[in-house]
């Protein structure tokens, strides 16, 4: 999402911490994943410290997003960009009965290549391939052209 301009993507230190305090002990990964996203924005401060370090309250994570050296990289409407995209894609994948479309969106959104038949069996959708030989139909007697001589 930020490579054309990786200065400006949210750093993982805001994301891993956000994500902590809205995990929930959510027993599988798609469970816990759908409720950080959902919930992780809730965990951002309306005043400073935006983004408190949970062992150093008072060192703010997200203090290059009112650092006016930082300004013109946009870090919290980058965050705010992120978490809303990060939503969109991962709601797809959710949704997703087909490894077709669940192969492209882990590649393209999420940088990493999933295994089809691993993808297949997790879907429940069986692998066997129905092949059928292709009807051969013959003309006997073509029919000749429209104001043939």
């Not at 929930?24 to 994943?33: I, K, M, S």
């Not at 297949?120 to 139909?137: E, M, Q």
Request: proline share 7%; hydrophobic share 40%.
């Amino acid at each position: 999402m930020f490579s054309d301009e990786p200065d400006g993507q949210p750093i993982s230190i805001i994301l891993t911490t956000l994500a902590a305090a809205a995990y929930r002990g959510e027993q599988d990964v798609a469970t816990a994943l759908e409720r950080i996203l959902t919930d992780m924005g809730n965990y951002v401060l309306p005043n400073k410290p935006r983004v408190p370090n949970p062992v150093n309250p008072s060192e703010d994570f997200a203090d290059k997003w009112y650092d006016p050296k930082y300004r013109h990289l946009n870090l919290e409407k980058n965050f705010g960009d992120w978490l809303h995209q990060a939503r969109v894609d991962f709601n797809i994948l959710q949704n997703a009965h087909d490894t077709k479309v669940i192969l492209e969106q882990a590649s393209s959104k999420f940088a990493t290549n999933l295994n089809e038949a691993n993808v297949r069996d997790a879907l429940g959708i069986s692998s066997v391939n129905v092949v059928t030989t292709p009807k051969v139909h013959s003309i006997q007697a073509p029919a000749k052209p429209w104001m043939a001589c």
